[in-house]
């Protein structure tokens, strides 16, 4: 597994707040992807009725996964693939390998598989004496960076293109040290030189999948670069890795989630490349791979279904969510300490790493709302934090000053004599606090808190002893 | 790996709602496939599809040229290798009706088959177009191989006006009707691109720089061209 750094969120998060360069980058976010995605819902007058359709066809998939991953397995197995059942991490990395060894590969290229993240697979390949190489622009940038992706869909949002112009230099040493590389568009020509030489070379294609389709046997994958398609159609073998929940029925109902992806994410009507594999190639085919296997990986999925964390299981990773956080703008993905960040990741993580490591996540959010108000797939994310909140409590997992103070609360609360008194006294002291102005700016327990903020002073008197003079 | 099917597989039947539908739900649906909501940008009359078609790709940044028959392809394509300074260097489709054509062979060299990876210009045949967004939809085989849609930097397609359908759901039932999936459906939007490098679009990531469609369009009320 990836180092899990949840646990230091604060710590995390403090830092991305004083980076110059990480500030400017969540810079572009809303004027970009915000913007874009407004208005490409705004111009589809059926997208809110699409999004509720989306809803309905992943919650029927879910109610029964069982019978359509059965469905799956036995359409891809009559085109000539072979599916790979895992429970864990540990398992599906065992797979590839042997998937790779039984192909005497030595190297592999890699399309977008935020599973791929999840399960580590790069190292692991690269501990076995195998070379995995990102293909996608963000991915390779990041690679070569030896860092986790930022973002779900933008994976290298946090690097400027000093830093890129960086790291080609220090990896790409056969090209002339005095090359020009300060503009991006000299970088990406670099990257797909260098690139295209993996393609040709590569053994095994290893890609994702935004989506498996039940009714044919499908794998769907959605880019812009293209280079999920070099990345399956070139070498031999092609490895598909998906996580249990990406299946839907049919080819229609996976027609009616595009129609959201793409606005959703990058505000495009429609992604460059939607690709849809059927086994591996056909008799008579001039190009394709041979073989074609797809790893199923339950990894905790399983655990959500039938509890209300079964809503975060129709997620298909738009990136909507992150991009209209308003914490997310703030601190980036990397604060989040795994591999999924932002609100979507305040949910699923805790489910992936386990609750005690990601505590921290469900608490990284001002309920704005916002999330769950663009959210293509109508996940209440808001809703499924405060779950998690309750949980980390009943847990004991939540800090000691916060357990005292809510355990103190609650004590006076449930008091209504002392909860007067309690409510007198402080108004009274805010009030005289307060002074002449009216105004708070400082709070004993709180500097941290009021650092930024000024708050209005209470008059002197509290609701209840108002509301008992006037009933006389 | 058995045991992990088994473990994963009875995991999700136990935790299955007792309320669900059930198997014979999954089958009807399956079985049924009917489409669910489509946008009513893809429903129009012929000509109004036609027109959107190629109003959504040129959107997407393809160059779109309108000609009247198969038979003034070698000459569109030979101006686009002019336009765009290639060698006189053509990968071409097996496709028979490409095969056809009246290629000046004297002029430019033309290989049949799948693309290499010294290709420059790749020239295929569209299954269909998808005017809701401007999308070919390309069904790969052994006359359409699907590395020339992706290894050169031009990609030049070519698609008749009586293949453009306005729904994604309208492309699947033509190719059921014509005896189900390839191992590749492509659906291309435009040329290649990315945003990966601070957020700014640039064209020609890994795929090709530059799309061509030249729609085969006899009926358009305007005169043929570019865009
Ligand atoms: S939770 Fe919703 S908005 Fe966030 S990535 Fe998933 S589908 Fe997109």
Known sequence: MVAVTSPAFEANARAALVDAKLQKALGHIKDGFVQRRTAAAARLPEFDALRDLAKEIKDHTLDHLDLYLAHFERRVTESGGVVHWCRDAAEARETVLTICHAAGAKSVTKGKSMVGEEIAL???????????VETDLGEYIIQLRREPPSHIIAPAIHVNKEQVAEAFRAAHTELPADRPLEEPAALLAEARAMLRRKFLAADIGITGANFLIAETGSTVIVTNEGNGDLTQMLPRVHVVLASIEKVVPTLEDVSTILRLLARSATGQEFSVYTTFSTGPRRPADLDGPEQFHVILLDNGRSAMLGTPFQEMLRCI??????????????????????????????????????????KHLPNASTFCGKCESVCPMRIPLPGLMRRLRERA???RLDAPVARGALAAWSFVARRPRLYCAVAAIAARTLASLGGRAGCLRRLPLARGWMQGRDMPAPEGRTFMAQWRERAR | MSAAREAILSRLRAVARET???AAAVEARLADRKPNLVPARARQPRRETIDGFRRMAIEASAVVRRIRHTDDIPDAVMAILRSENRPARLAMAPDAMLEALGWNRAMVEIRSGRAEAHDEVGLSVAFAGIAETGTLMMAS?????????FLPESHIVVLSADDVRGAYEDGW????????LPRTVNFITGPSRSADIEQKLQMGAHGPRNLHILLIDPDAAEPPGDR
Not at chain 1, 333 to 357: F, I, K, N, R, S
Request: proline residues 9%.
């Open chain 2, 20 to 22: 669900r539908a059930g």
């Open chain 2, 173 to 180: 039932a033509l190719l059921r009707a014509r005896g189900g």
């Open chain 2, 141 to 149: 085989g052994p006359t359409s191989p699907a590395t020339l849609g």
């Open chain 1, 122 to 132: 790069n190292d692991f390949l690269e501990k076995n004496g195998i070379e995995p």
């Open chain 1, 393 to 395: 409590h009943l847990e």
């Open chain 1, 317 to 358: 990773r738009c990136g909507a969510c992150l991009n209209h956080c308003p914490v997310y703008g703030a601190v980036g993905g990397h604060a989040y300490g795994w591999v999924y960040p932002g609100p979507m990741g305040a949910v699923l993580t805790p489910w992936l790493v386990g609750l005690d490591q990601a």
